[in-house]
């Protein structure tokens, strides 16, 4: 098994440039099976759910090229609207592909995608909408548990979300690409990563407008042709690594970062007590003492992510003083408390399980810990970073999910960071 060996108390210091968004790069590398032919994507982050998405594609047919961080794909011969179910069980973001394929072929099948360790994850949403589309489903299997979608003419439609969801809103506008009439999305997810998803399908030749607002309306064309299209920087990433530098009491200048969609991010580190500059996608953090509490709710874009929970809880492990976080997206995504506590943190669940109780402790020590999903991982490399002694973090294929290379970053950063293979 793979891992990570930290020995903490280093200050990070330096420069670093922030990798391609993976959030963004998982429904468009879905949504090149829609052009028929060329896609020539920059930028493209060399993850594990990024290789994944990829071998998918080449399953449906499609010929994929890698050169650095540019993934061509080529979807011209793709034929195959079948998606295999272990593709699906290794993955929740393959569900993805069901709006692209449907989309192409009018028809696909698709495993149910289960829950993963973070939460339920249900697709009702997603299901609910592309039905109003003029899209007959059927659930096959032992277990009902093969979703058949198909169509002879996909049909726009209003579609309302009770709730703001990023998949489901990225899967009714691949939906909606190639059909027929208009597809006006009510309460639609104003994440950065949709509004993404929207610019490539319109570089591509897709009619959309209202990307990045609660409205989104579709107009369905006939079709779409070859494309290039560069990923904006990962804000996930570069918050993770602000976070790294607000735990660690450190300097840290980052090059290629996406500045305008961190406002949130950058808005809390300011009041746990880090000095930010930002210039264009040049963002300086620094924090010269120990972090300030700070109560905080998880909600969708613009507020603070909850894709950056468990980074600022393991700040907030080292506050001077007590901070609530209510994480409203997930159900399981305080699965760090048991390893926050084995480094000496005081944290607590209430019942609701929603809500965590931190009371900042002085200093944490290293221990033997264990990822238990990918923001949780990359936090506990955080925790083990601000710790005093050694740590060594297991079960890291989490990590490798979004991050790079989190140990040649960091080590770049000064850190005393090594990744063990294997
Ligand atoms: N939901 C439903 N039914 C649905 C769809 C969603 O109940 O049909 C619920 C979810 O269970 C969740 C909430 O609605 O409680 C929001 O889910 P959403 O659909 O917005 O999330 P997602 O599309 O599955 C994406 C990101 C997540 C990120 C969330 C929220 C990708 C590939 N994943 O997930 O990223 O946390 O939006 O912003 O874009 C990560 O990068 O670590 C990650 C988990």
Request: proline share 3%; glycine share 8%.
């Amino acid at each position: 098994m793979s891992r990570i060996e930290i020995i903490g108390g280093e200050q990070l210091k330096g420069e670093l440039k922030i990798q391609g968004s993976k959030n963004a790069a998982l429904p468009i590398i879905a949504a090149t099976i829609l052009n028929k032919g060329i896609t020539i994507l920059k930028n493209c982050p060399k993850i594990l759910d990024v290789y994944h998405m990829v071998n998918i594609l080449e399953e449906l047919g499609c010929i994929i090229t890698w050169e650095q961080n540019t993934l061509m794909v080529n979807s011209k011969k793709t034929s195959i609207s079948c998606l295999p179910e272990d593709s699906v069980s290794k993955m929740r973001s393959s569900v993805l592909f069901l709006g692209a394929i449907l989309g192409r072929f009018h028809e696909v099948t698709i495993a149910y995608p289960g829950g993963c360790s973070i939460g339920k994850r249900p697709i009702n949403y997603h299901l609910d909408a592309i039905k109003r589309m003029n899209v007959e489903q059927e659930f096959l299997g032992e277990n009902e548990d093969i979703i058949h979608c198909y169509t002879d003419k996909i049909t726009g439609n209003d579609i309302f979300f009770e709730r703001s969801t990023v998949g489901a809103t990225q899967n009714v506008i691949l939906t909606a690409v190639l059909s027929e009439g208009i597809t006006k999305i009510y309460n639609a997810a104003k994440e950065p990563e949709v509004e993404e998803l929207c610019k490539y399908l319109i570089r591509a030749g897709a009619k959309i407008y209202g990307e990045g607002t609660s409205y989104i309306e579709v107009e369905g064309v006939k079709e779409l042709h070859d494309v290039e299209f560069t990923l904006s920087p990962d804000r996930i990433v570069a918050g993770t690594y602000m976070a790294a530098v607000a735990a660690t009491q450190g300097d840290v200048v980052f090059h290629h970062a996406p500045s305008q969609h961190l406002e949130a991010t950058i808005d809390v580190l300011r009041k746990v007590g880090c000095f930010i500059e930002v210039k264009g996608d040049v963002i300086k953090v620094g924090n010269h003492a120990r972090p300030k509490p700070i109560n905080i709710i998880t909600e969708p874009y613009p507020a603070f992510p909850t894709d950056m929970q468990s980074q600022l809880m393991s700040i907030l492990c080292l506050a001077e003083g007590k901070s609530i976080i209510v994480e409203n997206i997930f159900e399981s995504r305080f699965q760090n408390i048991g390893e926050l506590t084995n480094m000496g943190a005081q944290v607590h669940i209430d019942e609701s399980g929603k809500i965590a109780q931190i009371t900042g402790v002085n200093s944490m020590h290293g221990a033997q810990l264990y990822a238990h999903d990918l923001r949780g991982g990359a936090a506990l490399v955080i925790s083990a970073l601000a710790a005093e002694g050694s740590s060594v973090i297991q079960c890291t294929d989490y990590i490798e999910r979004g991050y790079e290379d989190i140990s040649r970053d960091l080590r770049l950063l000064g850190a005393k960071i090594k990744y063990h293979c294997g």
